[in-house]
């Protein structure tokens, strides 16, 4: 009898969790995506910054995105868009595992060796050839990754990779 009420309890206990293979997002980044697709969809005519809360500032204009800007995603990794490219610059001490190319779905993907721990950080980025960007960490396998996705085909897109300072550019292939 207390086995069969044990496991009773057990079953309502799983039937009442979340399910743990959806992926999961902080606050503060859906909150910064959702203000991001908000500002893109508005098109504000006159600049000004999102808000100062945000630790990063989106621009719009009538024209809509700027092409240079600066996104201070973690203290070692650092975002710049340009207007046929963008380039990450990663801190020395992390090295270049793999890069890879999901064609089907236009993403850039890149491995980097390091032992680090941090919540997976998305940016929404305001160009004309760029989508996305997002690192996400794997503690337990040392590395943590890069994807891009792009708006247009991957064959379009050139990557140029200098491991001496540890820079990555992709540009756009007109």
Known sequence: ?????????????????TNP???TDTFEEKKNRLL???LQKENITNKKPIKEDLQ????TSKKGCKDNYIYDILPFIKVTTTPNS?????????T????????????????FKGKTNF????EVLCHKYFKTFAIGCHKKKNYFRIVIDLKEDVLNYKDIIDTKKNNLQIQYIK
């Open 119 to 122: 919540y997976t950080k998305r």
């Open 56 to 59: 990063k500032k989106v621009y």
């Open 1 to 17: 009898m207390k086995i069969f009420i044990s496991t009773v309890l057990v079953s309502l206990s799983l039937l009442a969790r």
């Open 36 to 38: 991001a697709e908000q």
């Open 96 to 111: 270049l595992l793999n890069q890879d190319i999901d064609q089907e779905n236009k993403k850039l993907i890149f491995d």
């Open 21 to 23: 293979f959806e992926s």
């Open 86 to 94: 963008l380039n990450l610059s990663i801190k020395q001490k992390y």
